[in-house]
Every structure is written in structure tokens, then in C-alpha cells.
């Protein structure tokens, strides 16, 4: 018996190696804008929900997940933590690995964190990050076995933030190092309980704009990080998540969904009862929201992403 344990949790821990195979600097050659200070990254565990989190990120990288047979759809994964923290397990690797399980090759993008002590113009750096890292992606496709028209994003809450502003701000490569060679504009968003508008919510939303914006953001700004005043007809199909009691206010996602559809951008927007903020794949005990995998796995399906 112990043999055979000893087997079955050796072939599991190969198969997690094998997916998680390759993390790639963004930047080999020198992080743009950052500021040289002696400051460690930290991983630590909220002690609230036992989430692993992740700060003062100063060497974004990107984790790939390939599957053994890739079927050319590609998605870069943004986890969330309110432009505060990374919740990179939870809202990440998890995921990645649910993709690879159906073809899929997963991306876990561990992007910067806002702060003026390790960069400059610390606004656009989560963006240049993500942008980044769709060049590389698009850039190895022919060695990843990638469809170039198949790359996708995917935000959890200011993740889903950062997704959203990727998948509606692509007409322009913010930063230093740019490529219009590649292009940066996702082909598809799946965005679960994102952040939207900073017009929309409670004073823990102007915590997290003045996070991201600072607290001296002028109104042009502010409205250029309210992403539903950002949708054009070339916004990429969208597939969004919710629960009614969730604290962030679906309403988020309803005006999301509203100008998406005056576009004519394909999209589809679930909103269950019950599940609150922050469920991902792995809070247990919320009700039926725990299927919203279902429904995406339905979404990826119908736009042939997926077999």
C-alpha cells in the first residue's frame, strides 16, 4: 500500500513539474522604470482565508504552463489583491493548470505592483507588464505551438482590472520598450469579479484608484482607468463572472456588459446569487457559484477555443 502511495503521489508531483515547466524573466536585460532599493519581495498567508499572497514585486516574470497536446489557444492569466498583492496560487496557478487540463497553454503573469518607492510613473507599469508579456507570448508562438489569433487574457478582480485595461487600451504600447510588430491586443477577456470603474463603488475603491493613480489623479486619468468608458467595436469578445453580494457591486460588470453590447462586441455576463469576492476554483461551500467554470468551459467551447 505504501508503495502504492508513494507512486501515485510521485506521477502527481511529475505531472505538476511537467506543467509548470519553464517562468520567464520579462526582462532580462533591466526592469523599465524601477528603482533600485533594497527591499525584498515578501510571500506571506492572509490569515483571514489562508491565501498565499505576494508584495513589493520588483522582477515580474511569466510562468508557462504547456499541455501535452496543445490545441493553439493561449491565455495570460492576471491574478488579483487590489493592486496591493498578488494572489498568485489562488487566482493563478490554479487556473493554469485547469487549462492545460483541456488544451489550453495558461500563462501566470506575475506583474508589479503599483509603487512609487520601486518605479516611476507607477500607473502604467501593471499594464506595461501585461503587455510585455503578450509580445513574448506572440513572440514564441511557433515554439509554444500557439494560434496567434487565439491569445486570450483572463483578470480576477484588479487582475480582471488590469485585463480589462489590456483588452481595451491596446491602440498603444505604454512604456519604454515597444513592438508594433506585435501586437498586444488579446483575442478574447474572461474576467471574473473585475474591478471596473472607479466610479462605481465604496472608499475602498478610491484606496485602490489612489493605489494605482496616485491621490493627485486628475479626471482625465481617473476616466482612462474606468474601463467601461474605454469599449470600442474592437473590444474582444468577453465572457464575465459575479455574485450578487459580492463587495466590489456586480454593477461593475453590468456596465461593462451594457457598453460591450452598443458595440456589438460578443459577450456574456453571469451574476449568481450568492459566492461573494475572491471565490476562484478553490473556495469551497458558496452554492452553485463554484460551477462557473462550467460556464466558461460552455463559452470557450462555443468560440472554439476549446474541443
Known amino acids: ?6 507512486l501515485v503521489l510521485w506521477v502527481g508531483t511529475s505531472l505538476i513539474v511537467y506543467a509548470q515547466q519553464d517562468s520567464l524573466l520579462l526582462y532580462p536585460d533591466g526592469v523599465p522604470g524601477a528603482i533600485p532599493l533594497n527591499i525584498p519581495e515578501k510571500v506571506t498567508v492572509n490569515p483571514n482565508d489562508g491565501v498565499t ?20 489557444a493561449s491565455v495570460l492569466i ?9 494572489a498568485i496560487d489562488h487566482e493563478g496557478h490554479q487556473l493554469a493548470k485547469w487549462f492545460i487540463e483541456r488544451g489550453v497553454t495558461a500563462f501566470v503573469l506575475k506583474n508589479r505592483l503599483p509603487d512609487e518607492r520601486l518605479m516611476t510613473e507607477k500607473h502604467i507599469r501593471p499594464l506595461q ?27 480576477f478582480s484588479a487582475g480582471g482590472h488590469l485585463a480589462a485595461t489590456v483588452g481595451t487600451r491596446f491602440q498603444k504600447q505604454v512604456g519604454e520598450i515597444t513592438d508594433n510588430t506585435l501586437s498586444v491586443r488579446p483575442n478574447f ?15 475602498r475603491l478610491k484606496g485602490i484608484q489612489d493605489k494605482l493613480l496616485g491621490k493627485e489623479a486628475n479626471e482625465l486619468l481617473i476616466d482612462e482607468y474606468c474601463l467601461d468608458k474605454q469599449v470600442t467595436s474592437e473590444t474582444p469578445p468577453t465572457f464575465i463572472v459575479y455574485a450578487s453580494d459580492d463587495s466590489l457591486n456586480p ?57
Open 189 to 203: 477577456m474572461i474576467l471574473i469579479y473585475p474591478l471596473i470603474s472607479f466610479r462605481i463603488g465604496t472608499d
Open 251 to 307: 454593477e461593475h460588470g453590468i456596465v461593462f456588459y451594457r457598453e460591450l453590447q452598443k458595440n456589438k462586441v460578443p459577450a456574456e455576463l453571469h451574476i449568481y446569487e450568492k459566492g461573494g469576492h475572491g471565490f476562484s476554483l478553490s473556495k469551497k461551500n458558496r452554492g452553485h457559484v463554484e460551477a462557473w467554470d462550467r460556464e466558461m468551459e460552455g463559452w470557450l467551447r462555443d468560440r472554439k477555443l476549446i474541443e
Open 53 to 72: 499572497i505576494t508584495t513589493d514585486i520588483q522582477q515580474p516574470k511569466l510562468f508557462v504552463y504547456r499541455p501535452q497536446k496543445p490545441n493553439g
Open 78 to 86: 492576471c491574478p488579483g489583491g487590489g493592486y496591493y498583492v498578488l
Open 1 to 6: 500500500m505504501k508503495k502504492i502511495l508513494f
Open 129 to 155: 507588464d501585461a503587455q510585455q508579456a503578450l509580445r513574448i507570448i506572440r513572440k514564441n508562438a511557433k515554439k509554444w505551438n500557439l494560434d496567434t489569433n487565439k491569445v486570450g487574457i483572463m483578470g
